[in-house]
């Protein structure tokens, strides 16, 4: 091969991953200023203007306290994506036409996000179906996208190429934010209400998911397979995966880790705001604040532990990220009510551990893939990333269901990380990579 045609091939791949951050770039701003910061207090507050006088909605007869509606929502959107990921993942791997399903995961999701501005009055059925929908849309799309990671960059490369798409989307959160952030505290000079001001922000979300899509639809391509088997359905197609990670049980064993610890860091990204407004009486300003303080510190702790995991290798730089989650969510306890710097100082914490501890987890399980089955071994750890996480916001739910505190429910996250280290501490991800076929980085 000549000189000239690998430096073609070279500049054509940057050119492709670039155009694959910006799907980071384009859904994120849905997961922070839409499920992050906006969406539970609102629709919290939506279910408590149509609740009973003892403080329930009833969706389907069920009897629900209004203040557990938006978790078990969260909940509800995980069962859907736990019955559409697998048949995603199955027919990209198939197919080799991933484009296509990543262009229809996304516009249903950016379509039922932007229908949130109609999330008013006492609707909270409609918000909890676009929730459902939305939050289901983003799971099932992160599984195609994040499939393209194996073929994109070879492996000394992932963690980098990882880590700045976890860097874009972060870098498109606080972008957004500050337009939110504007758009509320100066809601009156806009001369709209704080409920309005609160719709534009969510729909606008979905408005900027769907734009920006564009670009990893123009610059992405899909591969030829040669994986011709006939794709089964839903729970089959997972029942499918799992028998085939039984002869790749290190594989099993970190989806497993990554299972735990994720579920907490998945649900205190959904409850935080829920937390901090219902249970420490802190305003919608200085929530936006504090979430856009975690998006700009996420940016650099993402490519700061990039870099740590280029001398110490990711599986130790996870572990460690996973103390430091373990000591943020404990003061977080104990955080004093209506004492708005403290829990500023925890989303710092939170903000330089968050970027980088999801980023490492992804360019890591990339080297326990087998060729040819990305897209659905990515459909079993995207189960494991936003779509199986769903004990966490139920257990949330329920705590404060049972107990009406949101302080107690907060505390019950720490075993997710305790269990979560100690169950990646005990695999050996060297050779994990080696019985997937895979070459070993040098740092791992």
């Known amino acids: 091969m000549s000189t000239d045609t690998v430096r073609a091939d070279a500049h054509d791949l940057r050119r ?45 007869g069920i009897p629900v306290r209004a203040g557990s509606f938006f978790a078990y929502c969260v909940s509800a959107s995980v069962i859907v994506s736990i019955v559409v990921m697998p048949l995603v993942g199955a027919a990209a791997d198939r197919t080799g036409r991933k484009k296509p399903l990543l262009a229809v995961c996304a516009y249903v999701g950016a379509a039922a996000t932007t229908g949130l501005f109609f999330l008013s009055g006492d609707r909270y059925l409609l918000g909890g179906v676009l929730l459902i929908v939305a939050n289901a849309s983003v799971a099932v799309s992160m599984v195609v996208y994040n499939s393209y990671l194996p073929q994109i960059a070879g492996p000394e490369d992932r963690d980098r190429v990882s880590s700045r798409g976890w860097a874009f989307g972060y870098a498109a959160g606080s972008s957004m934010l500050i337009v939110n952030l504007v758009l509320f505290t100066a809601h009156d000079s806009f001369g709209v209400s704080e409920s309005t001001a609160v719709r534009v922000c969510l729909a606008s979300a979905g408005l900027w998911w769907g734009a920006f899509t564009l670009v990893p639809l123009k610059r992405l391509r899909d591969r030829r397979t040669t994986n011709t088997a006939p794709a089964v359905h839903g729970w089959r197609q997972l029942a499918a995966t799992v028998r085939d990670m039984r002869g790749k049980p290190l594989t099993l064993s970190f989806l497993l880790a990554y299972l735990v610890y994720n579920d907490g860091i998945q649900t205190v990204i959904s409850q935080a705001s829920v937390y901090g407004s219902e249970e420490l009486g802190l305003s919608q300003s200085t929530l936006i604040t504090a979430v856009l303080m975690v998006q700009v510190l996420a940016v650099a702790g993402a490519l700061g ?72 071994y990515f459909s079993a750890y995207e189960m494991s990333d936003r779509g199986m996480s769903w004990l966490g916001p139920l257990l949330f739910g329920i705590t404060y ?35 997937a076929g895979n070459p070993v980085p040098e740092r791992i």
């Open 305 to 376: 532990m990039g870099r740590l995991a280029r001398t110490y290798g990711a599986k130790h730089t996870i572990l460690g990220s996973l103390v430091a989650w373990t000591v943020t969510l404990a003061a977080g306890y104990f955080l004093p009510a209506g004492r708005p710097v403290w829990f500023f100082v925890l989303a710092a914490g939170i903000g330089l551990v968050l970027g980088g501890s999801q980023a490492l987890s992804r360019s890591l399980f990339s080297h326990l893939v087998p060729p040819g089955k990305e897209a659905e």
């Open 16 to 60: 492709e991953q670039r155009g694959w951050y910006f799907y980071d770039w384009a859904c994120s701003v849905y997961s922070t200023s839409v499920l992050t910061v906006f969406l539970g207090p609102y629709l919290t507050a939506v279910a408590k203007s149509a609740a009973d006088a003892d403080g329930f909605v009833r969706p389907l």
């Open 401 to 435: 269901q049972l107990t009406g505190s949101y302080r107690d429910a907060i505390i019950s996250l720490v075993a997710f990380f305790v269990i979560g280290f100690a169950l990646l501490a005990r695999v050996p991800v060297g050779r994990a990579i080696r019985d």
